[in-house]
């Protein structure tokens, strides 16, 4: 054919052809190299030196017996970890953080859930409802906490009152040992379901309208027919994020502890980041609370591992 | 007795009023399309048939009984979508199902273990697993039933979209447009598919859609709709012959009918720019109006017959088949601009930009008063076009046409 190929067109114009794009070549190149580091290299330098740098310290840490304070430092090998297996205190606090996660997580993001769908469907004030849920989420912890500590202060607080104008006992919330873990995941969902409910609405608004339709011709148009055919499974991928989300949260709870119990009482609400805080920074014995930490990271690490595992499969439509 | 029958519905969404007193009945069996352009409110009304809209006045009536304010799984229609809206997280086969599901058993029936407690469940699941199968069967999606919908392809995805529509056997489909996520080939041949369906079904349906293709290929009979409005019921000929209406009339036929403005003065039909005569009529409505030719009723000629309209070609298109040729009329007007659909092989004989006379076929003209509608007169020119035009396709050159009448 008469059609014109690419060399015949290059031999046309000989000269300028080989050094121009030899000159055009090589600059995009390398230009695309220093682009690309030049974007990913301050998130390298940022993760080794507050993440990756930190976590090898703890680590190198967990081997030795420093205490805060003191200047020597010796390498015990497994010592700290060995006294971690036989020691109370923090098989007291796991077993009370496992329980305040499962608490916490499961209602967190059934009552976020909840909302969202309640505020998405109310024909109208959703801005007003949304921020109303959001604002505990934004504000600070340590002053909720206190705000909390006075609302359920056992003769001062309006709980109590209310709980005494309908007859009811009054209740020690804070310092009841049956009492104070409930009471701290309470303040925990109160806070979170705001948070959990913002992420629902985003998963509830990308799920297509013309579903519910397709939904409601198929038969299925009750409420409760329509949430398990459209919105719960198209939910899916939001669940697996939002449930990772909590149960992290909730495993690192601190604020709360720290400003309302102290960990008490009778170490009822003793939770791991609060051991950790005190063995180092209380009782200065920064090798022994680096191994908790050592095992605590790798814990959630693990968890974390397993639920993308487990809920990515059941959410994966491919 | 009209198996559906929409009457007098209006609709509004706030301050926008989107239908504006739809009257349409449409027969047992027949597939009616509603063809108009985007934004017209076909969905809108379609989605008030199906039940998930409701209306500001007016009646659906399906079979004699009104249908206003019930649901949707009580009207026992079925909706394909234009996004085809499968369930992303259930196997095709469940897709398939799920109409059957919700409506044969019970919420305590659906629960998982029931198949195995009560053998009645029992035989419903048989009974809906091989309905599965013969309705993928008739799309031909047997091999695919255990695919998630993100494994499919847009075809693929229609047919499971068509199959859950037919799997129940409801009295109406309702088509929203089905086709316009497929490329141009497959469209082509689920065009044919899907009224073979139907006719082998003998389900009525109706079809919305903003291409006139579709509509003129697969329907019995075409809504044109325009601005919440029906502006014309009939067949795609009737349409196209016959239209009632400017806009139906600018809406159907590729390329558009030439529309030029016009007069009628003591029964002479003049161009209104140029003052030349077109047509003359015995009725006497004197006023301005529009006058509408179709590209193929425009003759072009080499020689000057008396009266014989100069026009200069400005642009030729050939298309294979046929060739358009687009004009501006000359002599002192030439922002009078027109389409004539020629043989392709007239190009030939003409050089570009040359003059030429145009005339045309005649009954080749509409006329339309000055809201649009059309105006049936008698006269000459005038006859209807269904009757003389279209007789034969050959538009060429040399052939020996009526000369527009004359008189500058
Ligand atoms: N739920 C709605 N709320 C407000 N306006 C709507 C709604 N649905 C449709 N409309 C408006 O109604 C008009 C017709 O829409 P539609 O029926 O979807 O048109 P078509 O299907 O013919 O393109 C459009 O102007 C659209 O903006
Ligand atoms: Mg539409």
Redesign the pocket.
């Known amino acids: 054919m008469n059609a014109r190929s690419p060399s015949s067109l290059a031999s046309e114009r000989p000269s300028p052809a080989p050094s121009a794009a030899g000159v055009l070549k090589a600059p995009p190149h390398l230009a695309s190299t220093f682009i690309g580091w030049s974007f990913v290299l301050p998130f390298l330098v940022a993760l080794s030196m507050f993440v990756l740098a930190p976590t090898a310290a703890v680590i190198a840490i967990s081997f030795t017996d420093w205490q805060l304070g003191r200047d020597t430092i010796s390498f015990v090998g497994l010592e700290n970890y060995r006294a971690l297996l036989t020691a109370r205190v923090p098989r007291i606090s796991a077993a009370n953080t496992i329980i305040y996660a499962l608490m916490v997580t499961p209602l967190s993001v059934i009552l976020g859930l909840w909302l969202a769908i309640l505020i998405e469907s109310s024909p109208m004030g959703r801005a007003f409802f949304r921020s109303a849920c959001f604002l505990p989420v934004v504000s600070t912890t340590v002053a909720m906490a206190i705000v909390w500590e006075f609302l359920l202060h056992p003769t001062l607080g309006p709980v109590n009152s209310a709980l005494l104008l309908f007859g009811l006992p009054a209740q020690r919330f804070l310092s009841d040992a049956a009492l104070v873990l409930p009471t701290l995941a309470f303040i925990a969902i109160w806070e979170n379901a705001g948070y959990t409910m913002v992420l629902f609405v985003a998963g509830l608004k990308s799920i297509s309208a013309e579903l519910y339709d397709a939904a409601a011709v198929d038969g299925a148009d009750r409420p409760w027919e329509r949430f398990w055919t459209v919105t719960f499974p198209l939910l899916g991928p939001t669940m697996v994020f939002v449930v990772i989300i909590m149960l992290l949260r909730s495993f690192r709870v601190f604020e709360t502890v720290a400003t309302l119990t102290g960990g008490g009482p009778r170490r009822a609400s003793e939770v791991m980041l609060y051991t950790i805080y005190q063995e180092g920074f209380q009782f200065f014995q920064i090798g022994y609370a680096s191994a908790i930490t050592v095992v605590f990271v790798a814990f959630l690490l693990l968890l974390t591992l397993v639920n993308f595992r487990l809920m990515d499969r059941s959410v994966h439509y491919k | 007795m009209a198996h559906i029958q929409i009457q007098d519905l209006n609709k509004s969404?706030g301050d926008?009023s989107?239908l504006r007193g739809i009257d349409l009945s449409i027969h047992e069996g027949e597939f009616l399309a509603i063809l108009?352009p985007?934004?017209?409110?076909?969905?809108?009304l379609l989605r008030i048939i199906a039940g998930l809209e409701t209306h500001d006045s007016g009646h659906v009536r399906m079979g004699g009984s009104i249908m206003d304010g019930l649901a949707p799984k009580a009207r026992d229609v079925a909706v394909v979508f234009q996004s085809y809206a499968l369930y992303p997280h259930m196997t095709v086969a469940q897709n398939l199902a799920l109409p059957l599901v919700m409506r044969e058993t019970t919420r305590v029936q659906r629960l998982p273990f029931m198949g195995h407690i009560s053998s009645v469940v029992k035989r419903k699941r048989v009974d809906i697993q091989s309905a599965v199968e013969r309705a993928a069967a008739q799309v031909r999606i047997a091999e695919l039933l255990d695919r998630k919908p993100a494994q499919l392809s847009g075809g693929q995805r229609q047919r499971v979209a068509l199959a859950r529509a037919l799997i129940r056997k409801p009295k109406l489909f309702l088509l929203d447009e089905p086709l316009s996520n497929l490329d141009a080939t497959l469209r082509a041949s689920t065009r044919t598919e899907i009224v073979q369906l139907q006719k082998r079904l003998g389900t009525t349906a109706i079809y919305?859609t903003h291409d006139q293709t579709e509509a003129m290929t697969m329907a019995d009979r075409i809504a044109i709709m325009i601005d919440g409005r029906v502006a014309q019921v009939g067949t795609a000929r009737e349409i196209y012959d016959r239209p009632k209406d400017v806009h139906a009339a600018l809406f159907v036929g590729t390329p558009k009918m030439n529309l030029f403005d016009g007069r009628i003065d003591g029964g002479v039909v003049r161009l209104a720019k140029t003052g030349m005569v077109l047509a003359h009529t015995a009725d006497a409505i004197d006023g301005p109006i529009r006058v509408g030719i179709r590209p193929e009723h425009v003759v072009l000629k080499t020689e000057f017959d008396e009266g014989a309209i100069p026009v200069v070609e400005t642009h030729r298109e050939f298309l294979g088949s046929e060739a358009l040729i687009h004009f501006g009329i000359g002599g002192g007007a030439p922002d009078i601009s027109g389409v004539a659909r020629l043989d392709p092989d007239a190009l030939d004989k003409l050089a570009p930009g040359q003059t030429v006379s145009a005339c045309f076929r005649p009954g080749g003209l509409h006329l339309f008063d000055q809201s649009g509608l059309r105006l049936e007169l008698s006269g000459e020119n005038l006859s209807p076009a269904a009757t003389t035009a279209l007789s034969d396709k050959e538009t060429a050159l040399d052939e020996r046409p009526i000369p527009i009448i004359a008189g500058i």
Not at chain 2, 38 to 44: A, E, H, I, Y
């Open positions: 969404f926008t989107v108009g985007s934004g017209c409110g076909k969905s809108t919305v």
